[in-house]
């Protein structure tokens, strides 16, 4: 699916795992790619390694707001738009439900979340101006289905998936598409802190491909949803599981 050049997508939590893909995915379609990560080490890596050489590190904490709006009117001052975001960074902590603490339910509802809401308030405004643009974010299995110690995780994935529903219903007569993906289980680096060997096991086989995803998987259904050919498809959550 290639074809995409001169347009420019925001990619958060770039800098490993499936976002560090779906930036090498787009690049490869010939976006411009902004590869956003609080870690500068990796959109660094993936900036001077990808292929084509469009993807462009920006180090950034998508939590802070006026970081977010600052870091917009950059992209838009360096290469004249934004066409599209993926809302992916995250920060991953399972616990049992009586030993959450206020620091995991501040730091997934502000990574999670809120960043979701913070990328879409400032980019919503160039996107009217254009005419257009699409937003992608991740969702989660964890969001309809128990996993032991994923209680704030499932209810932030949970709160994505409303939002992108809602988001969809609110923007789309401005020709703004919103989705989400809901990948099965990959494991990545984040995702490897809170699955052990066993537990990917057991997603394995409760998977109708019985194999576990990869981020490839992930990015091939990201640069779907933010391609023109997807441009009747709004307010989707696209599960991208193996079948789970
Ligand atoms: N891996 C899976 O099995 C799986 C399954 C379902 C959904 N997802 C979702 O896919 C997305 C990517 O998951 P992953 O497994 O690749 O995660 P990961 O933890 O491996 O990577 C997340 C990236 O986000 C960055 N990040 C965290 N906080 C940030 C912040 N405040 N500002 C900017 N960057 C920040 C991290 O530095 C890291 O590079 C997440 O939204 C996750 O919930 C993953």
Do not use: C
Request: aromatic fraction near 6%; charged fraction near 20%.
């Amino acid at each position: 699916m290639n074809g995409q050049e001169g347009r420019v997508v925001i990619v958060t939590g770039a800098g490993r795992g499936i976002g560090e893909a779906i930036a090498r995915r787009l690049a490869s379609d010939e976006w411009t790619v902004i590869a956003v990560d609080r870690d500068a080490e990796g959109i660094e890596r993936l900036a001077e390694s990808a292929r084509g050489g469009r993807v462009y590190a920006a180090q950034a904490d998508v939590t802070d707001r006026a970081g977010v709006e600052a870091l917009v009117v950059d992209v838009v001052a360096r290469y004249g738009r934004v066409d599209a975001v993926v809302n992916n960074a995250m920060w991953v902590r399972y616990a049992p439900l009586l030993e959450v603490d206020e620091q995991m339910i501040d730091g997934m509802i502000a990574i999670g979340l809120k960043a979701a809401f913070w990328t879409t308030q400032t980019l919503v405004p160039h996107f009217r101006r254009q005419g257009g643009g699409a937003i992608v974010n991740l969702s989660s299995p964890a969001a309809t289905r128990g996993f032991v110690g994923s209680s704030v995780y499932s209810a932030v994935k949970g709160a994505v998936a409303s939002l992108t529903l809602q988001a969809a219903r609110e923007l789309g007569p401005d020709g703004i598409r919103v989705n989400a993906i809901v990948p099965g289980a990959v494991p990545t680096p984040g995702a490897r802190e809170v699955v052990d060997d066993e537990g990917y096991e057991v997603r394995r086989s409760m998977t109708a491909l019985q194999r576990l995803g990869t981020p490839d998987d992930i990015a091939g259904a990201v640069a779907f949803l933010v391609s023109p050919d997807a441009r009747f498809v709004t307010g989707h959550l696209l599960h991208v599981d193996g079948g789970l």
